[in-house]
């Protein structure tokens, strides 16, 4: 006869009192990001914002969900994971800004087959500096379990953000032909084409250790870099006035991205020479025989926001963002026709 002996969840490899313990130790990290509207710390059924304490009077609610995707298979094999935090936020956030929102809210989803409260734990904190470098409260999340699903150490990470917007501020909106295009340099690959970089690094028979090729760091480090974080820069051009449409440059590159802000019948016109690409893609372009069409459709090819504006204060808006910490390039202008056309070449 079968033994009836009886079970445990934690036999079963769920360790309740280890989830306790993670909500215990992440939360002074999510208290740190509390803004105006935050009603409530973690450990609820659900998670409290007051719209009307952060200052609206007719808000219209922006939400936007993202992950890091297989840049996290870099940070599992390195154990450089609190980086991946900082993405998850970006991937989210800057969407939510191109719409004309500001970030106000966060909500974090994290999975593994077994929970570690230090490498979690790590992991929430990036996510909580993201969300403090962004303005926005890390109000609540949830951390699964799940023995058999993922391999011993892996984890997955998904992110949900909300913002806000008086109605009628909604972006793009006055995109026309003749606007600048100004590109906010981006700090590396951010989080989009890792299936590719790991197949360039695959080929060339590098470890995550060796010295990078492009950088004076250790390969697995550089290329972990996190995604830029441009949400009070460009709320602050926003709020500025002159602002027409932003995009945030991840998959698809400039070449998908850009059209998405702009009204049937225009295009852009893109001057590949207005910067220097960085020295990460050089390597990457090199090694995989990517050529120029495929780089800029696949990754943000050194410019991570591009920032649609009237002519007319393209000037005054590209020293408000240099004096808020962007690298700033006048790259091209909004034209008759449809989708990018490119003219001269990387640098």
Not at 38 to 44: A, E, Q
Not at 89 to 113: K, R, S
Not at 203 to 228: I, M, N, Y
Not at 284 to 311: C, P, Q, S, Y
Request: net charge negative.
């Amino acid at each position: 006869m079968a033994d009836k002996s009886g079970l445990s969840y934690a036999e079963a490899g769920v360790d309740i009192d280890a989830g306790n313990a993670l909500v215990e130790r992440i939360k002074p990290a999510a208290a740190a990001t509390a803004r105006p509207g935050t009603m409530s710390g973690l450990g609820g059924f659900g998670a409290l914002f007051d719209l009307r304490a952060a200052g609206y009077d007719d808000p219209v609610l922006v939400a936007a969900t993202d992950g890091v995707g297989t840049k996290l298979r870099i940070a599992i094999d390195t154990g450089i994971t609190g980086g991946v935090g900082i993405d998850l936020v970006a991937m989210c956030v800057n969407d939510l800004v191109c719409q004309g929102a500001e970030p106000l809210f966060f909500l974090d989803y994290f999975a593994t087959g077994k929970l570690s409260v230090d490498a979690a734990a790590t992991v929430v904190e990036g996510i909580a500096a993201g969300c403090k470098a962004s303005g926005c409260a890390l109000i609540g999340g949830e951390t699964a379990e799940m023995p058999g699903m993922y391999p011993a150490g892996d984890f997955d990470l998904a992110g949900f953000a909300v913002g806000a917007m008086e109605r009628g501020a909604a972006l793009p909106a006055g995109v026309a032909e003749g606007d600048v295009l100004l590109g906010l340099a981006s700090d590396g690959v951010h989080s989009n084409g890792y299936s590719l970089v790991r197949r360039v690094v695959e080929r060339e028979g590098l470890g995550w250790d060796d010295a990078a090729p492009f950088a004076d760091a250790a390969l697995g480090q550089a290329l972990l870099a996190p995604t830029r974080l441009y949400v009070r820069p460009a709320l602050a051009a926003i709020r500025a006035g002159g602002v027409h449409g932003l995009a945030h440059i991840t998959g698809g590159g400039l070449t998908e991205n850009l059209p998405r802000i702009l009204p049937e019948g225009l295009g852009a016109t893109v001057d590949l020479g207005s910067w220097r690409l960085p020295p990460v893609f050089r390597w990457l372009a090199e090694r995989g025989g990517l050529d120029e069409a495929e780089l800029l459709k696949t990754f943000n090819a050194g410019i991570g926001m591009v920032v649609a504006v009237a002519a007319e204060r393209a000037d005054a808006l590209a020293a408000l963002l240099e004096d808020e910490g962007e690298r700033v390039h006048r790259i091209g202008t909004v034209t008759a026709g449809q989708g990018v056309a490119y003219e001269g070449a990387l640098l």
